[in-house]
């Protein structure tokens, strides 16, 4: 149970850099949401691969970078699912906040997340 909680206060910690550089960015740059999602994700990624190495998983038996690979491998996927369901609400749902769009998707990507950091980047 100690894995699932730690991966939970990390994704809690990710989804903060994701949103507050998501609204930093909408609210002081001429991009778009989609635009800007692609770099938040990726802050909030970076932010949360050290965040699981030293809370979650701990380090793997792996090479730094090679962990590091693997990690941002598994993250792009989700990240792309992310991104997808995040896109569709807000073509589907014009009057959405991208605020809500963004806890929706990021709600069912963590499930991926999870099974896929524990199986191919911390495995032991």
Not at 48 to 53: F, G, I, K
Not at 79 to 86: A, G, K, Q, T, V
Not at 89 to 116: D, E, I, K, Q
Request: with cysteine; proline share 4%; charged share 10%.
């Amino acid at each position: 149970m100690k894995k699932p909680l730690g991966f939970a206060l990390v994704g809690g910690i990710g989804f903060a850099v994701d949103a507050a550089v998501l609204m930093l960015l909408l609210g002081t740059t001429s991009l778009d949401p989609f635009s800007a999602r692609l770099i938040s994700v990726a802050v909030a990624l970076s932010a949360t691969w050290m965040l699981n190495r030293y809370i979650t998983f701990g380090p793997s038996s792996r090479a730094l970078i090679t962990e590091g690979a693997r990690y941002g491998g598994v993250g792009m996927a989700t990240s792309l699912i992310n991104y997808c369901i995040y896109s569709a609400l807000l073509l589907t749902f014009s009057a959405m906040p991208p605020l809500v769009a963004l806890v929706l998707a990021s709600s069912a990507a963590m499930v991926l997340s999870y099974l896929g950091y524990s199986r191919l980047v911390f495995d032991r």
